[in-house]
């Protein structure tokens, strides 16, 4: 899946997200974002990364026997994060829409 198919997928389940950013630009956030995990990975040795809402990146170091030479590669595996049930979306909405209400209110 590469960044146009993903700006497709955002736009068809939440046009509102996307209404008011350009098509070129909304592209630019989503490579940077998946330029930017990648980058984050490739820091991590031994251990996890974790994304919240996205999942948990598990990094292990493993040895690999190639043309009778030891290797050291990288394993990464992913395991999706939970999908939210409905009554917590709502309840991140409301604390979010209170949020935006409490700072608009104290500029």
């Given at each position: 899946?590469?960044?146009?198919?993903?700006?497709?997928?955002?736009?068809?389940?939440?046009?509102?997200?996307?209404?008011k950013?350009?098509?070129?630009?909304?592209?630019?956030v989503?490579?940077?974002?998946?330029?930017?995990?990648?980058?984050?990975?490739?820091?991590?040795?031994d251990?996890a990364?974790?994304?919240?809402?996205?999942?948990?990146?598990?990094?292990?170091?493993v040895?690999k026997?190639?043309?009778?030479?030891?290797?050291?590669?990288?394993?990464i595996?992913?395991?999706?994060?939970?999908?939210?049930?409905?009554?917590?979306?709502?309840?991140?909405?409301?604390k979010?829409?209170?949020?935006?209400?409490?700072?608009?209110?104290?500029?």
């Open positions: 899946m590469d960044a146009n198919q993903i700006l497709e997928k955002i736009r068809t389940d939440s046009p509102a997200l996307l209404s950013i350009d098509d070129k630009v909304a592209a630019r989503v490579r940077a974002t998946l330029a930017e995990i990648g980058k984050q990975l490739a820091q991590v040795d251990g990364l974790s994304v919240p809402g996205l999942g948990r990146f598990k990094v292990k170091q040895e026997e190639k043309e009778g030479e030891k290797k050291i590669a990288k394993r595996s992913f395991r999706v994060a939970k999908p939210m049930d409905e009554e917590k979306k709502q309840k991140r909405k409301a979010r829409e209170k949020a935006g209400k409490e700072q608009a209110a104290d500029e």
